[in-house]
């Protein structure tokens, strides 16, 4: 464990998990001069050389902040796929919309990462960073007070905080323990995912078919690989996981129109199960919330770290702006809720209202949902406004 046992410090922030998005508010208060603490249960171990199949689409606004932090630069670059077009077809035929960085104005859409790479990365951040980390840690207790909050840890080690940022994820401790609820709700969807060498290069397109079976992207992965993200109905999902490998492959190519010809598995399907969820409220006294812990979206849209990633830009600007005021102060914490309120609530609509509109059997909704793509993709300035809002 790194950290002292019972050491009882008083600490400015201590951010609890160190997942991608707690990890990055630690690392972007590195030199703020806060005296700032991180707990998690289970440190990342070093990634071999298999290709992982947790793969984010980084947007060009999170990649700016992850440089900013100095994480950035500390990935493989034979690693990371720049995004050049996207292609994104509905369930008619030629209902179809496509974006490209170049129409855009952008250097790349987004960029593909591996999950693991990126935490490895932001790790190394941290332990540069003069943050106490305390890892593998858990919390057993959390008392608010007036001046400051006292975290304890399940080993004894009782923590003083000003400022408590939940980063532990959808099932949030911090949230619980701070008494703020949460509405959640299951899609009854799985997110099936798995990584393919391709027949057929990508030339770095990432493609997106809304199916009558789900949400099917192929996201382009250096080299000629490519990472599925299938959202689907949970039984469907099932389905998918327990296919002999020759058999997943062949469904997963039809389901994409053979847009990349053959493939061949390089990394088993695993199926994560979707929900919404949103916390009642992203703060409460001495407690800000960011990341999964605050809202959880549907990975259609490919922006739910992206999303956190946001949070923990801005409640590092906000903090670091404060002047002398106390980093737990209520109007600190109020302007760190506001700043984020817009971006949360628009992702949040634009995610459930395509899962809605796709999710939708009959001929009406199939109409409108396919000459909305159609449409779209002849409005250049509508179809340049979309672009801008998911690469942040
Ligand atoms: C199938 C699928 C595909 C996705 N694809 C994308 C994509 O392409 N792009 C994108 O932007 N997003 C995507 N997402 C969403 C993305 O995975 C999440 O939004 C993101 O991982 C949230 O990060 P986080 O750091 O907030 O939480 P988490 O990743 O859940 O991290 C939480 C951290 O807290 C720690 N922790 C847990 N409990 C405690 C505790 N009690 N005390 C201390 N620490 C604790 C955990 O160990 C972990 O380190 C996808 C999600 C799914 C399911």
């Given at each position: ?140 207790g959390l008392d608010v007070g007036?001046?400051?909050a006292t975290l304890t ?24 323990n ?215």
């Amino acid at each position: 464990m790194v950290g002292h046992p019972r050491d009882a410090a008083p600490f400015d922030v201590v951010v609890v998990g160190a997942g991608l998005v707690g990890a990055s508010v630690a690392a972007a208060l590195a030199g703020s001069g806060l005296r700032a603490a991180v707990v998690e249960p289970t440190p990342p171990s070093r990634p071999g050389d298999d290709w992982d199949s947790r793969i984010y689409a980084i947007s060009p606004a999170s990649a700016a902040f992850l440089a900013e932090v100095g994480a950035w630069e500390r990935l493989d670059r034979a690693r990371v796929q720049p995004v050049a077009a996207m292609c994104v077809s509905g369930d008619a035929p030629g209902a179809r919309l496509e974006f490209s960085a170049y129409e855009t104005g952008v250097a790349a859409l987004a960029h593909v990462v591996e999950s693991a790479r990126l935490q490895q990365a932001l790790w190394q951040v941290l332990e540069a960073s003069g943050a106490r980390l305390f890892a593998p840690a858990q919390c057993a207790g959390l008392d608010v007070g007036e001046r400051a909050a006292t975290l304890t840890l399940a080993d004894g080690t009782a923590l003083s905080a000003r400022l408590v940022v939940g980063a532990d994820g959808a099932q949030s401790w911090v949230r619980r323990n701070a008494r703020l609820t949460a509405r959640a709700q299951p899609y009854g969807q799985l997110g099936v995912v798995a990584n393919f060498a391709l027949a057929q290069a990508h030339r770095g397109v990432a493609y997106q078919w809304f199916r009558p079976d789900g949400v099917l992207a192929y996201l382009p992965l250096a080299g000629d690989r490519m990472s599925m993200v299938w959202s689907t109905p949970a039984a469907h999902g099932r389905e998918l996981v327990a296919l002999e490998q020759a058999e997943l492959c062949r469904r997963v190519a039809a389901a994409g129109q053979g847009a990349l010809g053959a493939l061949a598995l390089l990394t088993a399907a695993r199926a994560f199960p979707l929900q919404r969820l949103t916390a009642q409220s992203m703060i409460a006294p001495r407690v800000a919330l960011v990341g999964d812990a605050a809202h959880v979206v549907h990975p259609l849209a490919g922006q739910g770290v992206n999303l956190g990633f946001g949070d923990a830009r801005v409640l590092a600007r906000v903090l670091r702006a404060r002047g002398p005021a106390d980093p737990g102060d209520r109007a600190v914490l109020r302007r760190y809720e506001r700043a984020r309120a817009e971006a949360i609530l628009a992702m949040r609509a634009v995610t459930h209202g395509l899962v809605g509109l796709f999710g939708q059997a009959g001929t009406i909704p199939s109409r409108l949902r396919n000459a909305g793509l159609n449409l779209t993709d002849r409005l250049p300035v509508v179809k340049n406004l979309l672009v801008r809002h998911a690469v942040g």
